[in-house]
Each structure stands twice: as structure tokens, then as C-alpha cells.
T-cell receptor, first 114, second 112 residues
């Protein structure tokens, strides 16, 4: 009974490079959420997706960040031209939807921008 | 401003002691969840409360949702070193979506 999978667990990028973070939801879950955790700031919502649709991206920075959840394959959070301030832990959560409120989190990807 | 305020921010106690941590807001939540997070890992869901006044027990942990659905508490009886971790509360404001708003957490350290 695999939980939410995220990879890579650790990612190091130089300033200006692109970062791609992957998330495979729990089996049977069709809703995916991305959160970012910065030291001393707590977890902040970024984007909520269902298969092939972005439902709510109100927490996503307007530039350089994008997310997708294709019909097949994992959800991807993409950060273009990374800057040092993007260094953080990025967590993905999934839920079955259909009125169920519980969200189950993956182990996170720790992004370090050098 | 933080939508969800958690207190205390840090708590260090001895094994066997009881403790309560709080999660407060001026907003009404359609549901509220408690998570525990250990270093280097993702948050693990402990409980979801939905109804005002609801009390849920999980072994030595007791969760309560305020009558007005604006606050919640977590009480741990006879704490053990394995309870050490960051306790996060997270609320759903808009019942149409399930996006979570998190507090900053209470870091609990239980010493043997």
C-alpha cells in the first residue's frame, strides 16, 4: 500500500537552472496539492490540481513556477531560473476527493539553490 | 498575519508528563486536521475534526474542535519520547476546496 511518492528527495541546482519535482499520489487518489515549507514560516499552499486540470493556483508565484498533473504519470512542479530564495522543502499531498478532506503527504523534496 | 496561531511554539517536557497544545483563529473552518512531522519527513495525518465541539481520541492523544469551529486543542497524556515532533494544525476554510492553511506548529521534545 504505497503512500505518496516524491522524487528526488534532495535536489541541488545552481542559480538560473530549472528544477523539476515529481509527485505520484496514493493509489486511487485523483487530487494533488503542492506546498512549500520555509524555515520559520511553516507550510504554505501553492497549487491544487486534478487530472489534467489546475483547480486553484492562488498560492503559486506568478513567474517561473508551473505545475501539471497529466492524465498519465506523476504531477510535476517546475521552477524555472531558480534563485536562492527558492531553497525550501516542497511537499506534495494527495486526497481521494469526492468530499473527503484528508490529505496525505509525501516525504518532500528538499531543493537547495547554490 | 497568520491565519492559524499555534501555542506554545516550543515545549520541552519529561516522559510521563501531560501537555496541551492549542490552535486558534478568528476564522471559521469547515474542518481541521492535526499532523505530526519529524525532521526530514512529510507531515503525517493524525486526525480530522469536522463538527463543532467534536472530541476524538487516538490512544493517548485527545483532540477537540471548538464549538464555533475556530479553535482546536491537542492533549497528550503521559507523553513518551516517541511523541517528539512538530505538531501542526491545518484548517480548511472554503468547504468547496480542500486546500489547507497551516499553523507554524508546536515543536514538542519529550526527554526520557
Amino acid at each position: 500500500n504505497a503512500g505518496v511518492m516524491q522524487n528526488p528527495r534532495h535536489l541541488v541546482r545552481r542559480r538560473g537552472q530549472e528544477a523539476r519535482l515529481r509527485c505520484s499520489p496514493m493509489k486511487g487518489h485523483s487530487h494533488v496539492y503542492w506546498y512549500r515549507q520555509l524555515p520559520e514560516e511553516g507550510l504554505k499552499f501553492m497549487v491544487y490540481l486534478q487530472k489534467e486540470n489546475i483547480i486553484d493556483e492562488s498560492g503559486m508565484p506568478k513567474e517561473r513556477f508551473s505545475a501539471e498533473f497529466p492524465k498519465e504519470g506523476p504531477s510535476i512542479l517546475r521552477i524555472q531560473q531558480v534563485v536562492r530564495g527558492d531553497s525550501a522543502a516542497y511537499f506534495c499531498a494527495s486526497s481521494p476527493g469526492t468530499g473527503r478532506r484528508e490529505q496525505y503527504f509525501g516525504p518532500g523534496t528538499r531543493l537547495t539553490v547554490t | 498575519t497568520q491565519l492559524l496561531e499555534q501555542s506554545p511554539q516550543f515545549l520541552s517536557i519529561q516522559e510521563g508528563e501531560n501537555l496541551t497544545v492549542y490552535c486558534n483563529s478568528s476564522s471559521v473552518f469547515s474542518s481541521l486536521q492535526w499532523y505530526r512531522q519529524e525532521p526530514g519527513e512529510g507531515p503525517v495525518l493524525l486526525v480530522t475534526v469536522v463538527t463543532g465541539g467534536e472530541v476524538k481520541k487516538l490512544k493517548r492523544l485527545t483532540f477537540q474542535f471548538g464549538d464555533a469551529r475556530k479553535d482546536s486543542s491537542l492533549h497528550i497524556t503521559a507523553a513518551q519520547p516517541g511523541d517528539t515532533g512538530l505538531y501542526l494544525c491545518a484548517g480548511v476554510v472554503n468547504s468547496g476546496y480542500s486546500t489547507l492553511t497551516f499553523g507554524k506548529g508546536t515543536m514538542l521534545l519529550v526527554s526520557p
